[in-house]
Structure formats: C-alpha cells, structure tokens
C-alpha cells in the first residue's frame, strides 16, 4: 500500500468492512472501533483472535499494525506494519492459518464435487 493512500471517512469505512467480512469467518470477533478518531488516512478496527486475544488493529495506507491489545486504544507503538489483515492474523492466531485453510479445502472440495 502506498504511504499516501488517502481515502475519505466514508471510503475507509467501505474498506473496513471488505476487511471484515473476509476474515469474520477466522476470528472470534472483528468490528470497527466506534471511539478512536477515524481519518482520511486511517481507520481502528478492534479484533479478538480464535484463541480470545484482544487488540485494537489501524488500517492506514501502509497496512495494518496493532496498535493495542484492549479494544480502542492506541498503547503500542508498534512499527511493524502488515500488507494484508492475513498476514498480521498469520503472525498473532495460529488457529487463524488452520481455520483458513479448512475453508479454502471445504471450497475446493465442493468445488470438486460440483465437476
């Protein structure tokens, strides 16, 4: 993602929620943080992972980093920034990988059967 992707309040909402309904299926919990401050250039998004880890995710134009582990706050300062929400998921819940990866066989599967 480019450093300066700028997006309206309403865009990186729209962006927020693409975000959340691909993962939704491999997370305990993800929703969009109704507290923090929302810009043109970011947006929080508070998760709780598959094993009950709680954190508050910006998504900005340089990715997505956490930035707290309770929902909307912004404690950490973390500068270790993720591409995709996968990755960062990859890297903190490891029943995120299996929990994905179950569904990307059940879908072949079908898809399998449907040929």
Request: net charge negative.
């Amino acid at each position: 993602m480019d450093n300066n992707y700028l997006l309206d309040e309403h865009n990186w909402r729209l962006e927020a929620e693409s975000v959340i309904n691909d993962i939704k299926n491999h997370v305990y919990s993800i929703t969009l943080s109704e507290k923090l401050q929302n810009t043109n250039k970011k947006i929080f998004l508070n998760l709780i992972t598959l094993e009950n880890q709680t954190f508050c995710i910006e998504l900005s134009g340089q990715g997505f980093r956490i930035v707290g582990k309770s929902f909307d706050t912004t404690d950490i300062n973390c500068s270790q920034y993720y591409e995709t929400p996968y990755s960062l998921l990859n890297n903190v819940s490891p029943m995120f990988s299996t929990s994905f990866g179950n569904e990307l066989i059940a879908k072949l599967q079908n898809y399998g059967n449907e040929y």
